[in-house]
């Protein structure tokens, strides 16, 4: 292929559906009104997991974002080195392994460690409704 990137690579173009930079604000505002909500309602240690579960939610992000850009630059190229699908699993291992520590070591909720990690679906749900919204009014 040229020096060009592929359509999956380039960054996001001026009529994206999805924006990636809306995606992290709202996965910013609702870790902050989980923590505060969390912290009203479950006490400060699940105020504080719901915290790191939603900084553990930014790491698996970004983290999904270059693994996967790598491994379809790696495709792209023609390269058939299996480095890239390694760090792509290892990520799920990795974050598995954080969270299982966490679990057995009593530190924090394991309900407010997953209410934390599940800010970057919800941004997608929040995203969809506001979408849908501007489109209709």
């Given at each position: 292929m040229g020096e060009e990137s592929p359509a999956l690579l380039r960054s996001e173009p001026a009529n994206a559906v999805i924006s990636h930079r809306r995606l992290l604000v709202e996965m910013a505002v609702l870790v902050i009104l989980g923590t505060?909500?969390?912290?009203?309602?479950?006490?400060?240690?699940?105020?504080?997991?719901v915290l790191i579960g939603g900084a553990l939610a930014f790491g698996n992000y970004f983290w999904l974002k270059r693994s996967t850009e790598s491994l379809f630059e790696t495709a792209f190229s023609g390269g058939r080195t299996p480095l890239p699908a390694i760090r792509f699993i290892a990520r799920y291992v990795v974050l598995g392994l954080?969270?299982?520590?966490i679990h057995y070591t009593g530190l924090l909720p394991a309900a407010a460690l997953i209410a934390g990690?599940?800010?970057?679906?919800?941004?997608?749900?929040?995203?969809?409704?506001?979408s849908i919204f501007k489109r209709t009014v």
């Open positions: 505060v909500v969390g912290s009203l309602f479950g006490g400060a240690r699940f105020g504080i997991g954080v969270i299982l520590a990690l599940a800010a970057f679906a919800l941004a997608v749900v929040v995203d969809g409704i506001v």
